[in-house]
């Protein structure tokens, strides 16, 4: 079973436009890590923000901002007023925590073009 | 802090031919995670260590394959006998300890033809 699952295939907004990105986890540890990364053309993994899972108090970082909901394991991602530089690979992530450390799950990625 | 780094960047080899990678993490992490991206997909875990040790390794990663990590600092991925199925993204990432954000270098793209 897949334990990110990123619905939106792809997804294709005119600059200035607002989007929101969905990711829904699956998991039966208590505690737990979300990311989410950015992935432009250049193919680089850029890390986002890392949410654990006792602190589901949303988060605004410019115009990004995250929505943790452990009551439906989504932890979706929106853009506001969106720009073309926008436009990469998005992927969510679940890091869950054993003796040995942690171990990433990926979803398979929402990409997003941000038309001019 | 210069971030992961990975060499080369790209690679195209052979079918049956061996390719060794190398990756050098943040100085001072302690883990190093290697990941395997094919196209249209989300990174797939593939080993990782602690320092100098490997402590997990992926049912992805066959007999063909081998990881090092000599002194805890760089580590190397080798494929032996490349198939045309091991065309992917090679990704490598390092965090501090086991709990901390993994900060992903650039990748090596390898093509078996």
């Known amino acids: 079973a897949q334990k990110v699952t990123q619905a939106q295939t792809e997804i294709s907004v005119v600059e200035k436009e607002d989007v929101t990105l969905d990711c829904v986890y699956e998991?039966?540890?208590?505690?737990?890590?979300l990311f989410w990364y950015k992935q432009p053309p250049s193919g680089e993994l850029v890390f986002l923000i890392r949410r654990n899972s006792f602190d589901e108090q949303n988060e605004i970082s410019g115009r990004y901002s995250w929505n943790f909901q452990k009551s439906t394991s989504s932890f979706n991602f929106t853009i506001t007023a969106s720009q073309v530089v926008d436009s990469a690979v998005y992927f969510c992530?679940?890091?869950?925590?054993?003796?040995?450390?942690?171990?990433?799950?990926f979803g398979t990625g929402t990409s997003l073009t941000v038309i001019p | 802090d210069t971030g992961v780094s990975q060499d080369p960047r790209h690679k195209i080899t052979k079918r049956g031919q061996n390719v060794t990678f190398r990756c050098d993490p943040i100085?001072?992490?302690?883990?190093l995670y290697w990941y395997r991206q094919t196209l249209g997909q989300g990174p797939e875990f593939l080993t990782y260590?602690?320092?100098?040790?490997?402590?997990?390794k992926s049912r992805l990663l066959s007999d063909r394959f081998s990881a090092e990590r000599p002194k805890g600092s760089f580590s190397t991925l080798e494929i032996q006998r490349t198939e045309q199925g091991d065309s992917a993204m090679y990704l490598c990432?390092?965090?501090?300890?086991?709990?901390?954000?993994?900060?992903f270098g650039p990748g090596t793209r390898l093509t078996v033809l």
């Open positions: 100085s001072e992490h302690n883990r």
């Open positions: 998991t039966r540890d208590t505690t737990y890590y």
């Open positions: 992530a679940l890091s869950e925590v054993s003796n040995t450390g942690n171990q990433f799950y």
């Open positions: 990432a390092s965090s501090l300890t086991g709990l901390d954000t993994q900060y």
């Open positions: 260590f602690q320092n100098e040790a490997q402590l997990e």
